[in-house]
Structures are given as structure tokens and as C-alpha cells.
């Protein structure tokens, strides 16, 4: 065999076994359909309107994957309001963070939740939808590609969003634990047949 040759293999193999043992998640996989917002009462009859963001995505298991299902569905949501200016300041954006891992997902339509207590709403007046919004994926511990879908419209352009990713993962830090996964809030048991179910890791 032709020297070069040989050498040409001993770089391909190793690469090809790279990739054999480390796939990388096709965006088919799970992707962003739709992103709502809503004001909603507690179940519970508390007062007050919570922000509930609802983070509807298609789920296409790649064909023998086990059960027909897609493991450990990562969703991270990142809001940020464009609020009035303090005296004398100028508008301000608050931004907030908060993921939830889904423990597997069925082929189809699901849905993700996550909420706005009601004292934000009421002290901030959050009504429809926040000026800018973004959902990161990942499955089975890999990103999945973002989409169009999963970013707000004022978003558009891939620099757009990742200067408010950005931002963002430094500016949410102070209102960390604010913006909460449904399973944390008064709404856990609503939407029986259209909530999944979460990997846990609250302190024990």
C-alpha cells in the first residue's frame, strides 16, 4: 500500500470512531413549534395572575432509538422585559433564566412550562409577551441546533441572539430562582395529559 495512503488512513480512523461513539443530535430530533404567553390565576384560588410561558416542541425519535422516545430533554427559557426607566435612567431590561429536564419524550406534540410569580406580574405589569425570549435544547446531555422558532422576533439575527444569550447568562444570575418550572409552582398538577415528567434535583 502507497505510504500516503497508509497515512491518510491512520487519520481517518481514529476520526471516524470519534463520531461513531459521540453522534450528534439532529435537530428532527426535538425542536421549538411554538412559544405562548399567558396570564393566568392560580389553581389553587390564590390571588394575583401568574406569566405562564408554554413551550410547545416536536418530538421525532430517530428510528430504534429505545421506546420510540427521545431521553433526558434538556429546555432552558430566557426572558427579558423591557421595563419603564427608574428616575432619571433610562429603560431597563430585567432578564430571567430557568431550565427543566424532561426524563424522556414520546413522538409528538409537548409541552413545557414555566411561570412568573404573581408579585413580578403585578409589581412590573408583565402582560404579553416579553420584548425578547430564547429556548436552548439538549438531549441526552448534547445540544440540539437552535431554530428560528425558539427565539422571540426581535431576535431575528443569529448575532441578535447570541449577544442576549450572553447578557443575559450574566444579568439573570441576580433574579435566579424567580422564573420557576411548573413543578415548582401552584400549576404542578394542571395539564395531566400534557405535562412530562422532570428529573429531579432538589436537595435532599
Not at 6 to 33: H, K, M, T, Y
Not at 103 to 121: H, Q, S
Not at 157 to 183: I, M, V
Not at 191 to 199: G, K
Request: glycine share 8%.
Amino acid at each position: 500500500m502507497h505510504a500516503a495512503v497508509r497515512r491518510l488512513l491512520r487519520l481517518l480512523i481514529p476520526f471516524a470512531w470519534c463520531c461513531a461513539v459521540v453522534p450528534l443530535v439532529s435537530a428532527q430530533e426535538v425542536e421549538v413549534a411554538a412559544v405562548k404567553f399567558a396570564n393566568l390565576r392560580a389553581p389553587n384560588g390564590a390571588g394575583g395572575n401568574w406569566l405562564e410561558a408554554d413551550i410547545a416542541l416536536n418530538v421525532r425519535p430517530a428510528p430504534g432509538s429505545p421506546g420510540l422516545m427521545v431521553a433526558r430533554v434538556r429546555v432552558a427559557l430566557t426572558l427579558g422585559f423591557e421595563l419603564p426607566a427608574l428616575a432619571g435612567g433610562d429603560r431597563r431590561i430585567e432578564h430571567y433564566r430557568a431550565e427543566a429536564e424532561c426524563v424522556a419524550l414520546e413522538a409528538g406534540r409537548a409541552d413545557v412550562r414555566f411561570y412568573l410569580p404573581p408579585e413580578l406580574v403585578k409589581r412590573d405589569q408583565l402582560h404579553g409577551d416579553p420584548k425578547y425570549w430564547g429556548v436552548e435544547l439538549a438531549a441526552g446531555g448534547r445540544p440540539v441546533p437552535a431554530g428560528r422558532a425558539g427565539y422571540s422576533p426581535t431576535l431575528a439575527a443569529s448575532e441578535q441572539r447570541k449577544n442576549f444569550q450572553a447578557r443575559a447568562a450574566t444579568e439573570a444570575a441576580a433574579n435566579d430562582g424567580l422564573l420557576q418550572p411548573q413543578y415548582l409552582t401552584p400549576f404542578a398538577g394542571e395539564y395531566p395529559r400534557a405535562t412530562p415528567s422532570f428529573v429531579r434535583r432538589e436537595p435532599r
